[in-house]
């Protein structure tokens, strides 16, 4: 599973169930030298990452008129991964691409924060560098992953429903100049980094485990030996249910031999 309980909430599981979140997560690369040119140019300030991942192909202009206008408001230069129509508002400081490097970007000692919609990847890499993040829920298990985060204290979370340029901008304010959602993505990331073993080893090694030991049928619970209406516990609810029948059949029964009996002796009477 994709889950690392540093993120994800505490529940019980089974042996056979390996968790390896942040498993796609790895060291920043240099940026192509455009982007390096553009990042190093954003001075003390630094830069915020935006992306909406690949599902969504482009939020309607409306939206990203307010999202253009609240960056413009800022003085960090802004990278976002735009495939839609080229807001009117757009700030100078903004530099629209189509595809960027997100986890070589987040890694960049320049970066200051990430307005993501809160896919698990870009939580993940976010983590794993430690940037804070401005969380723009649109579908899925998004608003899942951002109230995660959120109780975490590394995520300002906003309704794109109810966006405006101000509230946008700041949002985003509050997530840069704020240390305690720095600190405590930087808490975070401490804890995923401290494992015994990186979660892509433990992958690779638990599916050759399960290859070698031909499935690996001691790891798993007596629940897949069961047949399917056992599983379901349908022989208890036929079983419960017919005594329920039973005693109800039987209650009847009773009832109606104690009137019919009843009724013989009043009928005797008045013979």
Known sequence: M?????????RPTMPNVVYIGGFQCKPSKPLPPDLEEFVQGSGEHGVVVMSLGTLVKGLPSEITSEIAGGFAQLPQRVIWRHLGERPHNLGNNTLLVKWLPQNDLLGHPKTRAFVAHGGTNGIYEAIYHAVPVVGIPLLFDQFENMLRLK???AAKVLDVTKLD??????AVREVLEQTSYRDNMQRLSRLHKDQPVQ????ALFWIEYVMRHKGAAHLR???YKMPWYSYHSLDVM???LAVV???GGAVVLIIRYLCSKLCRRQKSKHE
């Open 2 to 10: 994709r889950t690392d309980f540093v993120f994800e909430f505490p």
């Open 151 to 153: 109780m975490r204290g």
């Open 245 to 247: 029948l039973a005693v």
């Open 238 to 240: 036929g079983f419960l």
């Open 165 to 170: 340029s101000q509230g946008f901008s700041a």
């Open 221 to 223: 619970t007596d629940s």
């Open 199 to 202: 979660p892509q080893d433990s």
